[in-house]
C-alpha cells in the first residue's frame, strides 16, 4: 500500500487500520504491517498534540474571560477550568512526550490564540501580554469575586 493509501484508512477509521495492520501480520507482510503501524503511531501522536492544544486554548480563554470580565465567572465556570485542567494533566499522563517542555514550547502559540479569541468575544484589545504557569495550572479560581465573597458573609 502506498503512505497515501495507508492515511486514508486511518484518518477514515483507526480500527480499520488496525485491522489492515493485523491482515498484514497474518499474512506474514511484516515489512508492510510496520508501516501502517508507524503511520497510525505518528497520526495519533499529532492528534493527541492538537488535542493538547485546543484543551490548553481553551483553559486559557476561560482564564483569560474571568480576569476581565468577573460577571462571567459562575460555577460552571468554575467546574470548567478544573474540568480543562484535569482533561490536560491526564492527556499529558497518558503521553509522556508531551512533558513541561512540550507544554513551553507551545505555549506563545497557543496563549496568542486565547487571546485573539477573548478578544474576539469582548470586541477589544486586550493589554495582557501572557499568562504564567502558576496562573493556568495553579492559581485557585472562585467564582466569587472578592466583591461577592465580602458581601456573602
Known sequence: MTTEEWERIIITSHYMAGVKIQNYLKKGDVQEAQKGLELLLR???DWQQM????KLRDLMFHILMGMLVPQ???VKWSIQLDNLRTEIENHRYEIPIMDDNYVKSIWQKVFHDAKENAEIMLNKSLKINLLTWHEVFEEEYSYRTKKQ????R
Open 43 to 45: 497520526h495519533q501522536k
Open 51 to 54: 488535542e493538547l492544544e485546543w
Open 72 to 74: 462571567k465567572r459562575t
Open 149 to 152: 465573597r465580602t458581601t456573602a
